[in-house]
Structures are given as C-alpha cells and as structure tokens.
C-alpha cells in the first residue's frame, strides 16, 4: 500500500471499532470521523458538526497534511484485518473537494481498498467523476457494492427539511443524487432525522412514516437518527427554554415496529435529558434494545419492547392526543 503520510501527529476526532448490519451478515465496522476544512453549508439548526474544523485559511497541501496525519494515526491504531467496513464521517461532506482535498480521497481509498465504505456527503458533491474514481481505487471485487453515498436527507417533506432543519437541499436534490450514485455502482443509505425543532411528537412519527415509505425505492439502506440536544446549536437554544423535548423511545420503537424495511438507529444520548428519553426507569432496557435491533433485524425484540409496563407510557399516549405545536412541549 503506498500512502503520503504527513510527519504531523494529528488525530481524527473520533474513530471506533463496532459492529453494523448489511444485508443478512453482521460486519466489523470501523467508523472514523474526520477533523477537516469545515461543511460548506454549516447552517443546518441541530448541528453542531460545524465547528469541528481546522480554523483559518488553510492552503489544499496544508489541509492534506493533516488528513493524511489523521489517517496515518488510524492505521497505527486499528489493524486492518479486524474490520471488514468502514464508515466515514466529516464535518460536513467527504466528497466536497474543499473541505476534503481529491488527492485525500485517494489515500482514502486506496487505505481501504476492498473494504465496504459508506462516507457521507451532501447530494450536490455526488459527482460521476469523483465517485467513479473513488470506486476504482477502492474496489478490488470482494463487494458487489465496494461504496455506499450516505446522504443526510433527513426528512422527505420539503417544507420540515426548509423551516425545521435549514438543511438546504430537496427531495429532488436527493433523488437525482441517488441516481447518479447507483448510475456509478455505487450505492445509497439515507440518513433521517426523527423530531427536528417545532414538531409535536405525533407530527414527528407521522413525517418518518410518510419520510420511509417515499424513501425505500431509492436508498438501499435506511437509518433513523433520533434528535440529540447538541451544544451552541439553535436546538440547544430552545431547549434550555423549554420549547424543546427529544423524543420519547416509545415513539422510536414504534416507527422500528412498522417501517416498511429494516432501520437501524442508535439513540446517542439515549436516556439522558438532551437525549432520546422516556422516564428514566425503562430507558436503559429500551436503548440496548433497539442497539441490539440494528444488528439482529428481529422485529420479535421491538414488539417485546412495546409490551414493557411503565408508567411513562401513559405519559406519552397523553402527548400524542394532546401536545399542540402552538403550546409544546408538555413535557420534558
């Protein structure tokens, strides 16, 4: 493997070893998130992503120098025989040529060839050259689908994705980057959003029902991320006033429960108050519950779930028939 490696000590912001359901086989799974030049966008109201960059203007050979220091600080800590993918993750976009320079790319892919990739990126980075390359670096045969285009599309409704999130693109947007990407042999996962700032709960589970079902024929992967409180972000800023609740697990398993496909989510934060979070007495059971779920794809586990006693589900049902979204939340 030949790889340019910076004699800069950097480390990624974050990088783990776990484990991600594809297809009927459970993978090891390397995830890697990249410090680098910063989301082109940076105005989405629930993220705070954005200020995870190398600040000033940094020339393209400076910025290369520190990825590929990222990476080389990867390779030393996980050997590359115990993960079979790997997801990668930015700021903003892995495929946008100023925030990740083409010849980190790469290195990118030249590091993981014969891995299965999913790298996230916004639709208007989905490019035929640039995927086109990356595949041909990185694919050696041993996966039908050697990358997979992560796209954050979050909710399928223009008007939420516009006013509740500031994501700047559309549904259309994404479809004709789906397009592109499967034109390629690359594949698709979207991304969705579940409770993004002034929805009540009930309009929340019915966008993500409605988000799915227009959804499935054009990604080949599908994972919910239900909204965490993040800090310095427009979220954060109602919540702190009370005009904000994360949603209730029982909302989450309830979509897993009837979602037209297989859906994996991992509630980060899960039980905590900026967090996914019921009452704190089933919250433990529910969070390991719907993680196991993304693995096993056993719909058995979800409905089991649904049955647990707790008197929070009262609670929730009352939400459900009475929050307003001129009055909510009614609860925290």
Same mark, same amino acid.
């Given at each position: 493997?030949m790889?340019?490696?910076?004699d800069?000590?950097?480390?990624?912001?974050?990088?783990?070893?776990?484990?991600?359901?594809?297809?009927?086989?459970?993978?090891e799974?390397?995830?890697? #998130?990249?410090?680098?030049?910063?989301?082109?966008?940076?105005?989405?109201?629930m993220?705070?992503y954005?200020?995870e960059?190398?600040?000033?203007?940094?020339?393209?050979?400076?910025?290369?120098?520190?990825?590929?220091a990222q990476?080389?600080?990867?390779i030393?800590?996980?050997?590359? @025989?115990e993960?079979d993918?790997?997801?990668?993750?930015?700021?903003g976009?892995?495929?946008d040529?100023? *925030?990740?320079?083409?010849?980190?790319?790469?290195?990118?892919?030249?590091?993981?060839?014969?891995?299965l990739v999913?790298?996230e990126?916004?639709?208007?980075?989905?490019?035929? @050259?640039? #995927?086109?390359?990356?595949?041909?670096?990185?694919?050696?045969?041993?996966?039908k689908?050697?990358?997979?285009?992560?796209?954050?599309? @979050?909710?399928?409704?223009?008007?939420?994705?516009?006013?509740?999130?500031?994501?700047?693109?559309?549904?259309?947007?994404?479809k004709?980057a789906?397009?592109?990407?499967?034109s390629?042999?690359?594949?698709?996962k979207?991304?969705?959003?579940?409770?993004?700032?002034?929805?009540? *709960?009930?309009?929340?589970?019915?966008?993500?029902?409605?988000?799915?079902?227009d959804?499935?024929?054009?990604?080949?992967?599908?994972?919910?991320?239900?909204?965490?409180?993040?800090?310095?972000t427009?979220? *954060?800023?109602?919540?702190?006033?009370g005009?904000?609740?994360?949603?209730y697990?029982?909302?989450?398993?309830?979509?897993?429960?009837?979602?037209?496909?297989?859906?994996?989510?991992?509630?980060l934060?899960?039980?905590?108050k900026?967090?996914?979070?019921?009452?704190g007495?089933?919250?433990?059971?529910?969070?390991?519950?719907?993680?196991?779920?993304?693995?096993?794809?056993?719909r058995?586990?979800i409905?089991a779930?649904l049955?647990?006693?707790? @008197?929070?589900?009262k609670?929730?049902e009352?939400v459900?028939?009475?929050?307003?979204?001129?009055c909510?939340?009614?609860?925290?």
């Amino acid at each position: 493997m030949m790889l340019m490696i910076s004699d800069l000590i950097e480390k990624p912001l974050a990088s783990w070893h776990g484990q991600e359901r594809y297809g009927n086989e459970v993978l090891e799974c390397l995830t890697i #998130i990249f410090k680098s030049g910063g989301c082109a966008w940076s105005k989405c109201r629930m993220c705070s992503y954005r200020y995870e960059r190398y600040s000033g203007q940094n020339s393209p050979g400076t910025l290369t120098g520190y990825l590929r220091a990222q990476l080389a600080w990867v390779i030393r800590q996980h050997k590359t @025989e115990e993960y079979d993918m790997v997801k990668i993750f930015t700021s903003g976009s892995f495929f946008d040529p100023d *925030e990740i320079p083409p010849e980190f790319l790469s290195d990118v892919a030249q590091t993981f060839k014969g891995k299965l990739v999913i790298a996230e990126t916004r639709p208007e980075f989905v490019e035929t @050259e640039i #995927i086109s390359r990356f595949i041909d670096i990185l694919d050696d045969g041993t996966w039908k689908t050697p990358l997979y285009c992560a796209l954050g599309l @979050e909710t399928s409704n223009d008007g939420i994705r516009e006013k509740c999130i500031n994501k700047g693109f559309t549904f259309l947007d994404f479809k004709k980057a789906a397009a592109l990407a499967h034109s390629v042999g690359a594949g698709v996962k979207a991304y969705f959003l579940f409770k993004p700032l002034f929805l009540t *709960e009930t309009e929340a589970i019915a966008d993500m029902r409605t988000s799915f079902a227009d959804t499935v024929v054009h990604a080949d992967m599908i994972s919910m991320n239900p909204c965490t409180v993040q800090r310095n972000t427009e979220m *954060e800023h109602y919540w702190k006033r009370g005009a904000y609740r994360p949603p209730y697990l029982w909302s989450i398993l309830t979509l897993l429960a009837d979602a037209p496909v297989h859906v994996t989510c991992d509630p980060l934060g899960g039980g905590r108050k900026r967090g996914p979070h019921n009452c704190g007495t089933c919250d433990y059971d529910m969070v390991k519950g719907i993680r196991d779920y993304s693995l096993n794809a056993d719909r058995d586990l979800i409905t089991a779930l649904l049955e647990i006693r707790c @008197e929070c589900r009262k609670e929730w049902e009352y939400v459900l028939s009475s929050e307003k979204s001129y009055c909510m939340p009614l609860t925290q």
